[in-house]
């Protein structure tokens, strides 16, 4: 009996070495630890919110729903178009995309860049008449007059019917408040053609510097004077819209802090770094 648990022992440790010969064998066939591909976004990364628009889905929130958390809105009445990259959403009179928040972009961020894609036919207009629209707004009940941390509208512009004044608001925790702007005659040609554009909004914290991109070109850069981190009162955010302005629609329709977006969006981002002009033209390069 001894001789033959001997000669299992000796059989079993055969096999464990022939076993463990076999997966070293086979763990060589896998790329080294250093070749497997990096996360573009990973967990706690600086894209802290991004909808692609892009999901196949009969559910309208399952389309918009937020690729870095999961997150679904509320509420979406925009429809699906053909966009830059797949699909896209399409906008029209007192429809909205709304959230709870933005995740957690407002209380992370010092700097930022808001990044997306938009198309629009001719001139924006707030109910019938020719005025503001929004691309999206974050609501607050902080007490400020616009009854928003920010917002970033496309307003008419009467010398083409291709142009757009562009106004982009910052709202801090201490109610100080900057209008960044593109208007009159700074207004910019060309954004209202009906074709799709880049933009990248980027204010950099290290030098209170405000930039627009459209198509990865800088089209200026505005100072909010030595503000520095941008201070956003998170606790005080009440909701987060694409398409949207920050306030309710009055009896007569024409409120522009409501008006949205009626034409198309695609691609929306929300990093709480600032990008550098390299990685903005290379969202606009690979129709990101």
């Keep these: 009996m001894k001789k033959i648990t001997f000669n299992l022992a000796k059989t079993g440790l055969a096999i464990a070495l022939v076993l463990s010969m076999s997966g070293c064998q086979q763990n060589m066939d896998h790329p080294a630890m250093g070749a497997y591909p990096e996360d573009e ?11 692609t628009f892009d999901r196949e889905s009969e559910n309208p929130l399952m389309r918009a729903v937020d690729e870095t958390r999961a997150k679904f809105p509320t509420e979406n009445d925009f429809t699906q178009i053909d966009g830059v990259s797949g699909k896209a959403a399409q906008g029209s009179a007192d429809k909205a995309i709304r959230y709870p928040k933005p995740n957690d972009w407002a209380s ?26 929004h691309i999206f707004s974050i609501p607050s009940s902080n007490g400020h007059w616009s009854e928003a941390t920010m917002f970033l509208l496309f307003d008419q512009y009467g010398g083409s019917s291709s142009a757009a004044a562009i106004k982009f608001v910052m709202v801090d925790k201490n109610m100080g ?6 208007e009159n005659e700074n207004s910019i040609e060309g954004v209202l053609d009906n074709q799709w554009h880049h933009f990248a909004f980027v204010y950099d914290a290290n030098t209170s510097e405000f930039t627009m991109y459209i198509d990865g ?13 941008i201070n956003l009162d998170d606790s005080k955010i009440t909701g987060f819209r694409i398409g949207n302005g920050p306030q309710k629609q009055n ?32 969202l606009f390069a690979e129709k990101k």
């Design 41 to 51: 976004n990973p967990a706690g990364g600086p894209l802290k919110f991004f909808v």
């Design 108 to 133: 992370t961020a010092e700097s930022f860049t808001v990044a997306f894609w938009e198309k629009h036919n001719g001139q924006t207009k707030n109910g019938a008449n020719p005025g503001a629209e």
């Design 217 to 229: 070109v800088n089209r200026g850069t505005k100072t909010w004077g030595t503000h520095g981190p």
């Design 177 to 182: 408040d900057s209008w960044m702007t593109w």
């Design 251 to 282: 009896d007569s329709g024409d409120n522009w802090l409501f008006s949205n977006w009626k034409g198309g969006l695609d691609q929306f981002r929300l990093y709480n770094i600032p990008l550098s002009q390299a990685e903005v033209q290379n």
